[in-house]
């Protein structure tokens, strides 16, 4: 199917643990990008990539990482997991050019326990 | 870095008022962009806008650009039940969202 996935769509995990968050999108967008919505905060971004082996830090990356070695897939991996980093992750995806609309995922509800 | 602070946070209305959201940047921008969230769904672009003073019309949403493009605004006339969400604006030069505004509709 064509369009942008993530997975897992809810997850639970304990305090301390590693857990990496997936997201695959068909369109071969070159940006693909990573937030966190939490009540009060709106969206917020975490780390993006332009294209295949380049990402950046956003706003707030503290306690996470990515990787882009393949185009379509750009995870999400929270090295060991703290209460803080409860919260909804979406990820999206764009291409520059004159269409530039963004196509976000469902979302992945986590739960760090 | 570039930020688009936007207000109110929470607007609540009545069926059939009106309903405006402001994004405001200290800096000039590229371009803006609007996104609707349905509750317990996920942020959908509205329309992008890039020259200065324009304004765009979806129906009962009117959409406009500031001369100086730094700041932005969505009118929603005569609000409906579906109109239900949290609207960002959004710089798409690194896609940076602002906090958003969550509309509640009285019916």
């Known amino acids: 199917d064509a369009g942008i996935t993530q997975s897992p769509r809810y997850k639970i995990t304990e305090t301390g643990r590693q857990v990496t968050l997936m997201c695959h999108q068909t369109w071969s967008h070159s940006y693909m990008f990573w937030y966190r919505q939490d009540l009060g905060h709106g969206l917020r971004l975490i780390y993006y990539?332009?294209?295949?082996?380049?990402?950046d830090k956003g706003e707030v990356p503290d306690g996470y990482v990515v990787s882009r070695s393949k185009t379509e897939n750009f995870p999400l991996t929270l090295e060991s997991a703290t209460r803080s980093q409860t919260s909804v992750y979406f990820c999206a995806s764009f291409d520059r050019g004159m269409n530039t609309e963004a196509f976000f995922g469902q979302g992945t509800r986590l739960t760090v326990v | 870095g570039q930020q688009v602070m936007q207000i109110p946070q929470y607007q609540h209305v009545q069926e059939g008022e009106d309903f405006t959201t402001y994004c405001n940047s200290s800096t000039t921008l590229s371009n803006i962009q609007w996104y609707k969230q349905r509750p317990g769904g996920h942020p959908v672009f509205l329309i992008q806008l890039v020259k200065s003073g324009e304004v765009k019309k979806q129906k009962r949403l009117t959409f406009q650009f500031g001369e100086a493009k730094k700041n932005s605004s969505l009118h929603i006339t005569a609000t409906q039940t579906t109109d239900v969400g949290t609207y960002f604006c959004?710089?798409?030069?690194?896609?940076?969202f602002g906090q958003g505004t969550t509309l509640q509709v009285k019916p």
């Open positions: 990539s332009a294209a295949a082996d380049i990402t």
């Open positions: 959004a710089y798409a030069g690194k896609l940076i």
